[in-house]
């Protein structure tokens, strides 16, 4: 028998994984894929063209369905509060944000849009909102300083927040001790008005992920058509779907 060069032995046949350890790791990572899309936003286009927005968010007939004086009073906001209006757009509920917390209060209209800020700074000193700010944001980040806020608004805006699994424990992180933040955004389906259906998230979706990010649904007030309105807690901890 003639040894192999070397001296060495046959080589050792290549191991290879079984079939179905690579097909559940292909799972794995599909699954793992699927996971990392499920908090993006819905909707992405720019809000810059402050002309065309302003048409849009300013519409008096909006006040009919929005019900804007309506919706602020079930927030229920105490006088001296610090309000953060998330995607304050052209500043549609600034007016009743500064009535609501009044003249020792604050309203942070929050904005990713340079023109949009610049329209906010406007509004404000043109409608004389004293304790309305406008404030600059980055897309990934509010900008809101930690404990700044009693009540962050997120008015037919969670839907275009993208990474919201990143971007929520900012909001939290911005929260007073016993702060809240209420989401209104848009009921599924079809309607007369809002965006295209494929827009639209869920409110359980909504619910699932305040209370992953840690925290509870405590009021669903049901006071809009084409919106549902639901508010959360820092502190309290609920089953969501038992809130009223």
């Known amino acids: ?101 009044g003249p020792n209060g604050a309203v942070l209209a929050v904005e990713v849009e340079p023109s949009l800020i610049a329209y906010l700074r406007d509004r404000a000193e043109r409608e004389h909102l ?30 275009h927040l993208d990474h919201r699994r990143a971007y929520l424990p900012l909001l939290i992180r911005a929260l007073r001790p016993g702060g809240r933040i209420a989401v209104v955004d848009w009921k599924p389906g079809k309607l007369r008005e809002g965006p295209e259906p494929s827009h639209k998230l869920a409110a359980e979706k909504v619910i699932a992920e305040m209370s992953d990010a840690g925290l509870a649904l405590v009021g669903r007030p049901d006071i809009l058509p084409y919106h549902y309105v639901l508010i959360f807690h820092t502190e309290t901890r609920s089953n969501g779907e038992s809130a009223k």
Do not use: C
């Open 130 to 159: 004293a304790n309305v700010t406008p404030l600059f944001a980055s897309l990934d980040n509010p900008r809101l300083p930690p404990a700044s806020t009693d009540l962050i608004l997120i008015a037919d805006t969670y839907h």
């Open 1 to 101: 028998m003639i040894a192999p060069v070397g001296g060495r032995g046959p080589a050792p046949r290549e191991r290879r994984p079984p079939a179905l350890l690579v097909a559940l790791f292909a799972v794995v990572l599909a699954v793992a894929a699927r996971a990392d899309e499920d908090d993006r936003a819905t909707a992405t286009h720019r809000f810059d063209d402050v002309g065309y927005w302003k048409k849009v968010f300013d519409d008096p007939k909006r006040d009919a369905w929005q019900k804007p004086a309506e919706l602020v009073a079930a927030l229920q906001i105490p006088a001296g509060a610090t309000v953060a209006d998330l995607g304050a757009g052209t500043g549609y509920f600034a007016r009743y944000l500064s009535q609501a917390v």
